[in-house]
């Protein structure tokens, strides 16, 4: 859709920019543009933005800082935006949702993904020893373009096959789920 373009096209936009901030002049390149990877439950828009760094300069710990919080997450502009989710989510934290997973390797080199489509579990203190709370942190980007219904199905469909498993989960074990948020 248009909208789905736009959102993608921005946050190439926005990554290009935060990799500018760290990589070498004229390295920031784009070779994939909103190519559509299919998985078992969702197709999926996918851009691939690369730069070099100076690693004599220029650390991983610095392109983390540079890129996070990711656009995908925040929109533009990110500060502010940041600023408007920690007043509406009034300081609560989000745990790893939105957060950064990955791996730093001895020589420098790193893989990192943004945490989305997440199950948090956690164990109810009290009388049963197999009761969990689950939080479940899945979204979809909110725009200008957006219709709310769309938006609410498409969040639901991400989260289907995390809620499935958790159900699976629950059956085969036979534990008790307190709530899922």
């Not at 197999?130 to 991400?158: F, H, P, Q």
Request: proline share 3%.
């Amino acid at each position: 859709s248009v909208k789905d373009r736009a959102e993608n096209l921005m946050i190439v936009d926005l990554l290009r920019n935060d990799l500018g901030r760290v990589c070498e002049v004229g390295t920031v390149h784009v070779p994939k543009l909103m190519n559509i990877e299919t998985y078992a439950t969702v197709h999926q828009m996918v851009s691939t933005v690369r730069g070099t760094i100076n690693g004599d300069k220029t650390s991983a710990i610095d392109v983390i800082e540079a890129c996070f919080p990711g656009g995908s997450m925040t929109g533009a502009p990110k500060q502010r935006t940041m600023d408007i989710l920690d007043e509406i989510e009034q300081g609560v934290s989000r745990g790893p949702y939105s957060g950064c997973l990955g791996y730093i390797s001895l020589n420098g080199c790193m893989d990192m993904n943004i945490v989305i489509r997440s199950a948090i579990l956690t164990p109810v203190d009290g009388e049963m020893p197999n009761r969990w709370n689950v939080s479940i942190g899945c979204g979809g980007a909110i725009t200008a373009l957006s219709n709310s219904e769309d938006e609410y199905e498409e969040m639901l469909l991400k989260s289907r096959i995390l809620r499935e498993t958790i159900d699976e989960w629950r059956r085969l074990n036979f534990v008790e789920v307190d709530g899922i948020t």
